[in-house]
């Protein structure tokens, strides 16, 4: 297997695109992260998209945004695993690298959102649980994680507003990210505030859909040359899958996916949880982050929201976790997500993160679909 | 790069499953390959599927099938390249065990058809073309294709009736092969006088979609161990895009994809087209199945429909198509087509495709998406 490195990244602003489209947010990504590599051959264009067919009726987004971005006749194909698309497509870059088929790849996670009203959207995030057991009886995803975080309060005993944590968290380093949907902190008072979704879950526990485009190229050593030494690289990818329905888990408060694809990724990069020093965590709901810290092993079970109580997420806690913002705070277009998250680990761990620099040498990113039954895990390292 | 084996293959009949769901008809094609295959331990599953969010609601499949199929916790991830996404998963299988990173995946091709009404397919079936630049005026995917074979007819002085040898022969052959949709021979006559649904395209020049699924179990020699000496090996795998939208190319009947693909798999498998024996394309169409025989290079521009008309291309011609019936007389699950192919390359390669079988020791399997947007093509050999 070849070593894997991030030769360059690019990214939109994450936001309500509405002058522009799917195809054109991704070239854009793709042109700044190709700028960046400065690699004259690219082999491959791998997409994470996870709701163009039902958002904008585009199929077959790997070819058009190849030809879009320049790449005409390239090999360019699309995964899709709901909320974890954009994790999935590293993935798939990572092993066409790893072979040796390719020495040169772009994965591009992108997803318009914006121009369809709010009941269809919700529609189509729907189809991320299983249609046929849950869907089919008018849950809606929010409803599902609400399920997960009222069990979680009563089994704990935890109140809404402990909640609050993550998301003031998320919104803090927002503030400094210029991709950033939303750039204000939030208090914990406004958090207690907030308008409810689906009880127990309120708007600052749910992260915004929104439109945006994020790209890694990644490439072989044999391409990155001398460049390898000051390339973030990447020591793991794993990904791991769970049952769809909520029903079908022997306990829905146990993130089966997550805990396999991380302890999959450590293994291979021969590390454990507390060498982790920033973890990009999917936090589409605050009690998404909870689980996917306990599963990872960075709490206990049932510590989740207590390690945030404590402030061990913040950039100066033991554990920083959604460094530029997260889900929460710098949006979240659904399969763009996963790419997003590996961009922002690489400013992180190239010292390039500015009023959000977290001295690591190790990061994770860590993509989910749905309420859990996909998860991808990448661990990043920091130059030598 | 590992060497990477077919050690098992199963499939579903193809047909309208009313009684059967999508991850039913998945995992019946899994547990059949499965039990050829004689794997204990099963790494990754690997799914095309082209439109499950358009026709069932039901998005990351992927994990769904996993868990179905009783692989639950395994990696699992969905690609989709439109009517090609068959042959993407067949080329990410083969990414992952070449790569060394995986010693056993499955892989899926799974579509679900048959539960809405034909104009909704034909509006889910349209998402391959360009949104923004040809479906949005009303154009349908038949009706693009009929313009490509216009031209066709136009450039190169041949009548409709021309094409019907590309039928003929799907239809005769798929009347042998037990799990084809169309079990009945038709005549260049009736082929003549059928219904025609995009003039020049008729009823007999179109696959029909249905549902169905097909599973091969890739591995490497590890796994494989002495079974690799009698297994199909996979020598040749790549895929390539062009521009999606026909006007952005500049000949539309020369299908640059499928040209790249084509030949950057022969280069990988140190053959030329003149040494495979077989060639399972995608005949969509019947203009598809002429243009892909150019493009691959088994016919000079303008002679594809020669090639039919000389019987170059039926099981006792000199490179016989669509042995099984092809995805006209087998039947055309979208996501699923590309799968089906390589299953029925591996029965012919190791001599059991019953009254079919076609004497050789080279074959190759071509999955398209659209108009030729996106190729995958994948050669095949026999064991030896």
Known sequence: ??????????????????????????????????????????????????????????????????????????????????????????????????????????????????????????????????????????????AL???????????YDLGRGDFGHFSVNAHRNAANNPFAMFR???????FQKARLVADPISLLDSAPVADGAATVVLCSKKVAGEGAESSVEIIGSASATDAVALHDRPDPLFLRAVYDSAHKAYAQAGVGAEQIGIFELHDAFTILAALSLEASGFAEEGQGVRLAMQGEITLEGSIPICTMGGLKGRGYPVGAAGVY????????????????????????????????????????????
Not at 93 to 121: F, N, Q, R
């Open 145 to 155: 994680h609400a399920f997960l975080m009222r069990r979680y309060m009563h089994d």
């Open 1 to 142: 297997m070849q070593k894997v490195y991030i030769a360059g990244i690019g990214q939109t602003p994450v936001q309500e695109h509405w002058d522009r489209s799917a195809r054109d947010l991704a070239a854009t990504s793709i042109l700044e992260a190709v700028e960046e590599a400065e690699i004259d051959k690219i082999d491959a264009l791998y997409v994470g998209n996870a709701l163009s067919g039902e958002l904008t009726g585009q199929e077959q987004v790997a070819a058009l945004i190849a030809d879009f971005a320049g790449l005409t006749g390239t090999e360019a194909i699309r995964v899709e695993a709901a909320g974890a698309s954009g994790g999935a497509a590293v993935r798939l870059g990572y092993l066409a690298v790893a072979s040796g088929v390719h020495d040169a790849v772009i994965v591009t996670g992108v997803e318009k959102m914006s121009d369809l009203a709010g009941p269809l959207v919700e529609q189509a995030l729907v189809t991320s649980s299983d249609e046929e057991y849950e869907a089919i009886h008018g849950l809606s995803l929010v």
């Open 184 to 190: 204000r902190p939030i208090t914990l008072d406004q």
């Open 341 to 384: 998250q590996v961009v922002e680990l690489v400013q992180q761990l190239r010292g390039e993160a500015g009023a959000n620099q977290v001295d690591a040498r190790l990061g994770m990113a860590q993509s989910i679909g749905g309420t859990g039954a996909t998860a991808v895990t990448h661990i990043l390292k920091s130059p030598d």
